[in-house]
């Protein structure tokens, strides 16, 4: 068998943005945004995913797992935190990290067909929350929980 192991990451050196002004008044300092969650949008530090795969006679097994930094939300010091009653310390001020695990399994049949099976998110892992209408990030996270998924391919 063939078995193959591989990295890939991205790690934000910098996101620097101007000011932001409305009417003349000035409600985002310009800085650098890396690893925040904000009016900016998510910026995590660290993305990652890792793999190991084993192949053997048609068969292929494949285990992944992702990886997200975790980030601080930088609404909770803009004006608008006065009034909604927000600190830095309360529920949400930080979308904490966010690591998933993945399984694939990849049968090739005769007469050119292919058997695909996958769990995706094993540990059925929720996303982390974050002030957001839906309570996650939608841009790091996914809601869905563990998810099967069964597939078959015929090339003619």
């Known amino acids: 068998g063939a078995l193959t192991l591989g990295v890939d990451g991205t790690y934000n050196l910098k996101y620097e943005q101007d000011a932001n002004f409305i009417d003349g008044i000035e409600v985002r300092a310009a800085d650098d945004y890396v690893g925040t969650r904000g009016t900016n949008g998510s910026q995590p530090r660290w993305k990652g995913t890792a793999f190991i795969d084993y192949a053997l006679r048609g068969h292929n097994l494949r285990f992944v797992s992702r990886y997200v930094d975790k980030m601080e ?29 993945d399984l694939h399994y990849q049968l090739r049949l005769p007469g050119s ?14 996303p982390p929350f974050a002030r957001l209408d839906l309570n996650y990030d ?17 090339t003619f």
């Open 113 to 126: 067909t292919t058997l695909n099976a996958s769990v995706l998110n094993i540990a059925n892992e929720d």
């Open 73 to 101: 939300d930088t609404r909770v010091t803009t004006s608008t935190a006065a009034f909604a009653n927000i600190n830095p310390g309360s529920p949400g001020a930080t979308v904490d990290s966010y690591l998933t695990y």
């Open 138 to 154: 939608p841009f790091t996270g996914s809601p869905l929980g563990r998810v099967f998924k069964l597939g078959l391919t015929k």
